[in-house]
Every structure is written in structure tokens, then in C-alpha cells.
């Protein structure tokens, strides 16, 4: 039981670079996110998906699309890539709302430098 | 407009002492609370939640107690260990939505 997984740990993109972010889980959990965290600024929310099917924006969404690929994948694609963008993203997921704690799981981060 | 804060940093306490992490929040729709820890190059991972019903809840060195009429929530541990030292966030939810409100963090330091 891997948890949440995410790819890559480390990317360099040129201002202009289009990239995804991959995400998986496989505790067959409904809802999952994608989150990013600069210092100073905590864990700010860019997309979720609430079930499989469905996505909406976050806080701070311009600039990214998202794919709820299925039930186990969400992915974060940046078109543009622009240095403020330069970030650490975290994917995270989460059983079903209304169910459970509500707790969060997280994934490892993906360290993203955009030059 | 931040609706959870955590109006401290950075925290920096002695091994084997009490450490105690502050989180006031402005939404008063806000029914469950949760803090999550954070290692360095690593996700955050779940550490202990309350609801709203209750104003304390305790597992292990940990206890988070919840008074609803100051919109305060806060995080002891004892006794705190050199372990313990990482970045701890406070989270809450309003009810019926699917996403958690969270605030900057405080990151702590526990000297050995």
C-alpha cells in the first residue's frame, strides 16, 4: 500500500515549458487534491476533484488545468510554465466527505524550479 | 483575508518540556479542526482532529483543545522530543465542503 504517490520528486522547466504532475492513490479514496506550498504562505489549494468525474478550482488555479484521469489519478498540467510558478506541489487525497476523520493524505511533494 | 491563523512562526522549546501551538480562526461556520505535521522534503501527514461538540481530545503525548466562544484551538505536546521538531499546520473545515481552510503554520524546534 503505496498511499499517495507522485512524479516527479524534482523538475527544472524554462520559462514557456509545459509539464504534468503525476498523482496516484491506492486507497480508493474519492476525492483528491492538488495543493502548493511557498514559504511563508502555508498550503494553498490550485484544484480539487470531490469524486471521479468531477474538478473544480481552488484558490489559486490560473496559470494550471487538472485531469481527474479516474478514480486513482489526478493529474496538474501547467501550459506555460512561468517562475512564479516556482513551487513545491503536493497532491493529497481523501476517503469521501462525510466519512471517516476528514483527514488528509498527503504525497511526497514535487519540487518544481521554473527558470 | 486569512480565516485560520497562526499568528506564531516559529516555536522553539526545550526537550522534554511542553510545547503549546496557537491557531485562531474567524469563521464561525468552521465544525471540524485538524493539524497536520510536516517533515522537511516530505508531505504533511495527519496528526489528531476535534470536532466542534468537543472542546478537547487527546492521543498520546498530543491534545488538542478547542474553545469555541474565543475561536481558539491549540496543540500541546508532552513532553515534546527532539522528534517532534517539524513545521506543524492547523486545518479547518466547514460543514458540508469538501475542502479544509489552513493556515501558515508554526514551525517547531525542540532542543535536546
Known amino acids: 500500500n503505496a498511499g499517495v504517490t507522485q512524479t516527479p520528486k524534482f523538475q527544472v522547466l524554462k520559462t514557456g515549458q509545459s509539464m504534468t504532475l503525476q498523482c496516484a492513490q491506492d486507497?480508493?479514496?474519492?476525492?483528491m487534491y492538488w495543493y502548493r506550498q511557498d514559504p511563508g504562505m502555508g498550503l494553498r489549494l490550485i484544484y480539487y476533484s470531490a469524486s471521479e468525474g468531477t474538478t473544480d478550482k481552488g484558490e489559486v488555479p490560473n496559470g494550471y488545468n487538472v485531469s481527474r484521469l479516474n478514480k486513482r489519478e489526478f493529474s496538474l498540467r501547467l501550459e506555460s510554465a512561468a517562475p512564479s510558478q516556482t513551487s513545491v506541489y503536493f497532491c493529497a487525497s481523501r476517503l469521501f466527505p462525510g466519512q471517516g476523520t476528514y483527514e488528509q493524505y498527503f504525497g511526497p511533494g514535487t519540487r518544481l524550479t521554473v527558470t | 483575508d486569512q480565516q485560520v491563523k497562526q499568528n506564531s512562526p516559529s516555536l522553539s522549546v526545550q526537550e522534554g518540556r511542553i510545547s503549546i501551538l496557537n491557531c485562531d480562526y474567524t469563521n464561525s461556520m468552521f465544525d471540524y479542526f485538524l493539524w497536520y505535521k510536516k517533515y522537511p522534503a516530505e508531505g504533511p501527514t495527519f496528526l489528531i482532529s476535534?470536532?466542534?461538540?468537543?472542546d478537547k481530545n487527546e492521543d498520546g503525548r498530543f491534545t488538542v483543545f478547542l474553545n469555541k466562544s474565543a475561536k481558539h484551538l491549540s496543540l500541546h505536546i508532552v513532553p515534546s522530543q527532539p522528534g517532534d521538531s517539524a513545521v506543524y499546520f492547523c486545518?479547518?473545515?466547514?460543514?458540508?465542503?469538501?475542502?479544509?481552510?489552513f493556515g501558515r503554520g508554526t514551525s517547531l524546534i525542540v532542543h535536546p
Open positions: 486545518a479547518a473545515r466547514e460543514g458540508g465542503s469538501y475542502i479544509p481552510t
Open positions: 476535534i470536532s466542534s461538540i468537543k
Open positions: 486507497m480508493n479514496h474519492n476525492s
